[in-house]
């Protein structure tokens, strides 16, 4: 069986007859009829021995393949009763295709020199040769779909190419019904309007209930359009349940509902926003609600105003580009507070850990959570590494203290000391792939989160306390309005408050960014504790060997369109100076947003920062990065610099067409 197959093969009798016939001719025109006769006699009984061994060889590979494959183990006779063709792999070439096959494609010669890719253009093998045994596309053919499966017969011939035998199932009226269950798949949509208190308030009952009759009709007329199911279940909460088919159409559109209501506007000229949840792919109703809730959790969690579509695998986000309004207060630090200091007591230690390459903001909203601790009395280590942070001057005087001697550990440290009693506290981030030493977050059952980041797609989940909030200005400020509802003001140390002064001062840019009455309320509070702002001012000067390089980065900055400037560095610098660096540019004229960059190792690190209606936080997360409207970052591993900055300016580019469009 060796040379069999490649025997059946390569039969050509073509020529052999061709010169037969010549001769014949040649004999007549000689006029040798006898030898003429003789030789057409021969030819003819030639002929008739090669249609006879044109059969025999057709049957024989039939019964090749029968032999060889289980694809035709059950098939009785010479013909399978589905569409098959053999090819050999090396070129496609095709060898053979029983009459199922021809009368569905049209090939009609057998032998003829014609491969695959003739019949289906855009057919490939290479999924056979990976050992598959299924094509991975549907193949049309006049309005019907094909799957394709397929084996690899080797003949045990060096020599001859292997055989692929492939046949063909139609599943049409498979797919109709599989498509068409997927396009009236449920979508579970909850409609927020994000700020119906401050809308209402102090408005009598008859301007109220005018209010909500145009919230109603504003947010069915925009329901009408998907078919769907609306009822209003609060005063400010609505349910839609359309199919998938008109999510589609929502997506094009924007979610158009995000802009109309705008028109909405309350007696003191406040405009409505609403932010719309949506559940996908949920195996039940519950389930999908349940993917509607936390989008709807998602879209607040980043400042609202948006809408966010949670699938089965991921969050994407629509909108969002509105400038956040602060809506927070003060009732929640105040129970948050009393909850966290009740995890605290129940707990056999806690670990405070915030973001890699530590700042003054995490670790100062971490000696806040010390603060917190140390009033229950319960032993609390801060996980950092104390040779990669951007801190080093401030722990310097921290670890001098009595009170925070040993406090300072490793994450490695921290792993070994943990057990299931312990409470991890993570602050000023969000993401699990930020944090100093993530192996902790999985160690630990309870955890709880004090950021003011917005949220990611990729949150740490699930925690037993999330204190969120968006609007603050820094984790400093959150975790000093914790230490307010919780301690005594004699608890708090002048180092505590000198560190979260710090803090707040960094990430608020001198209260100049993302500042509100409660920030300045904080640092009221930290100065009346002991806070020096002259002392924490030193803590922020640079040496002048800093201050030269962070000029040559801002002489490094070219303006991109919309006031972006942006600084490509081909040299590593610190991220402290490409922050810095950042925060400086947008005191020029005519600068909106700055972009700094530069190769860290194998990965590129990008400091971001705005100062008008440019979202770094959105322009940065196509690239993988976070942080908030006026403050972001990110690190883009395997890459360089040029690859990163060709990618930003896209992202920038996309962002400024996104808002053109939603105009």
């Given at each position: 069986m060796n040379r069999k197959l490649h025997r059946l093969l390569n039969p050509s009798a073509g020529l052999y007859f061709a010169v037969l016939i010549v001769f014949c001719v040649a004999a007549a025109l000689l006029e040798q009829y006898l030898l003429f006769w003789i030789m057409l006699g021969v030819s003819a009984v030639l002929l008739v021995c090669y249609i006879l061994f044109l059969i025999s060889r057709r049957r024989q590979l039939?019964?090749?393949?029968?032999?060889?494959?289980?694809?035709?183990?059950?098939?009785?006779?010479?013909?399978?009763?589905?569409?098959?063709?053999?090819?050999?792999?090396?070129?496609?070439?095709?060898?053979?295709?029983?009459?199922?096959?021809?009368?569905?494609?049209?090939?009609?010669?057998?032998?003829?020199?014609?491969?695959?890719?003739?019949?289906?253009?855009?057919?490939?093998?290479?999924?056979?040769?990976?050992?598959?045994?299924?094509?991975?596309?549907?193949?049309?053919?006049?309005?019907?779909r094909y799957r394709v499966y397929g084996t690899v017969i080797r003949s045990g011939d060096a020599q001859s190419s292997p055989l692929a035998v492939l046949y063909l199932s139609e599943l049409t009226e498979l797919y109709q019904i599989r498509d068409e269950y997927?396009?009236?798949?449920?979508?579970?949509?909850?409609?927020?309007?994000?700020?119906?208190?401050?809308?209402?308030?102090?408005?009598?009952?008859a301007a109220t209930s005018t209010l909500n009759a145009h919230l109603n009709n504003c947010i069915m007329k925009w329901a009408q359009d998907y078919h769907g199911l609306l009822r209003r279940l609060e005063k400010n909460r609505f349910l839609l349940v359309i199919e998938k088919r008109d999510l589609k159409h929502a997506v094009?559109?924007?979610?158009?509902?995000?802009?109309?209501?705008?028109?909405?506007?309350?007696?003191?000229?406040?405009?409505?926003?609403v932010s719309i949840g949506l559940g996908v792919d949920g195996e039940t109703f519950e389930e999908g609600y349940d993917f509607a809730a936390l989008s709807i959790e998602m879209a607040l969690s980043r400042g609202g105003d948006q809408a966010v579509v949670k699938d089965r695998m991921n969050f994407h986000f629509y909108g969002g580009r509105a400038k956040e309004a602060d809506r927070r207060g003060k009732v929640r630090s105040r129970v948050t507070a009393n909850t966290l200091s009740e995890l605290i007591a129940q707990s056999s230690q806690v670990f405070v850990m915030g973001h890699k390459n530590a700042d003054m903001d995490?670790?100062?909203?971490?000696?806040?959570?010390?603060?917190?601790?140390?009033?229950?009395?319960?032993?609390v280590h801060i996980v950092l590494d104390l040779e990669e942070n951007s801190a080093g001057r401030l722990i310097d005087e921290i670890i001098k203290v009595p009170e925070y001697k040993n406090v300072f550990i490793s994450g490695q440290e921290a792993l070994l000391r943990c057990d299931n009693r312990s409470t991890l506290v993570v602050v000023d981030t969000n993401r699990p792939d930020q944090v100093e030493c993530k192996?902790?977050?999985?160690?630990?059952?309870?955890?709880?989160?004090?950021?003011?980041?917005?949220?990611?797609?990729?949150?740490?989940?699930?925690?037993?306390?999330?204190?969120h909030e968006p609007y603050a200005s820094s984790a400093a400020e959150m975790a000093t309005e914790l230490l307010e509802y919780g301690v005594e003001p004699r608890d708090v140390l002048p180092i505590e408050a000198k560190a979260l002064m710090a803090g707040l001062i960094l990430d608020s840019k001198s209260f100049n960014i993302r500042t509100g009455e409660r920030t300045f309320?904080?640092?009221?509070?930290l100065r009346k504790m002991g806070a020096d702002t002259v002392e924490v001012k030193k803590l922020l000067q640079n040496n002048y060997d800093d201050t030269i390089t962070k000029h040559k980065i801002i002489g490094a900055a070219r303006m991109h369109k919309h006031g972006i400037a942006i600084a490509p560095l081909n040299g590593s610098t610190s991220r402290i100076l490409a922050a810095q660096a950042a925060d400086e540019l947008l005191n020029i004229t005519g600068i909106r947003a700055s972009f700094v960059l530069f190769p860290d190792n194998d990965r590129v690190?990008?400091?971001?920062?705005?100062?008008?209606?440019?979202?770094?936080?959105?322009?940065?997360?196509?690239?993988?990065?976070?942080?908030?409207?006026?403050?972001?970052?990110?690190?883009?591993?395997?890459?360089?610099?040029?690859?990163?900055?060709?990618?930003?300016?896209?992202?920038?580019?996309?962002?400024y067409e996104s808002k053109e469009n939603k105009v």
């Open positions: 039939q019964a090749f393949l029968q032999e060889n494959t289980d694809l035709m183990s059950g098939v009785q006779g010479p013909e399978a009763p589905f569409p098959l063709v053999v090819l050999r792999l090396a070129d496609g070439q095709v060898v053979h295709a029983n009459d199922a096959f021809v009368k569905l494609t049209g090939f009609r010669s057998v032998f003829a020199d014609h491969t695959i890719t003739d019949i289906f253009p855009e057919f490939s093998t290479e999924w056979l040769l990976s050992g598959k045994t299924e094509y991975p596309y549907d193949v049309p053919i006049d309005h019907h997927i396009r009236s798949r449920p979508v579970v949509c909850i409609i927020l309007v994000d700020n119906y208190d401050e809308l209402t308030v102090n408005m009598t009952e094009a559109q924007k979610f158009s509902l995000l802009e109309a209501v705008h028109e909405i506007t309350a007696p003191s000229g406040l405009e409505a926003s995490s670790v100062g909203a971490a000696m806040g959570i010390a603060c917190l601790c140390r009033k229950k009395e319960k032993p192996p902790l977050l999985e160690a630990i059952p309870k955890i709880c989160i004090v950021d003011h980041h917005l949220r990611a797609a990729d949150y740490i989940n699930p925690v037993a306390l999330n204190f309320e904080a640092a009221a509070y690190i990008i400091s971001a920062r705005s100062i008008g209606d440019a979202n770094v936080q959105i322009i940065l997360e196509e690239l993988g990065g976070g942080g908030n409207s006026s403050t972001a970052g990110a690190q883009i591993p395997n890459t360089s610099v040029k690859e990163v900055l060709d990618k930003l300016v896209a992202a920038i580019d996309h962002y």
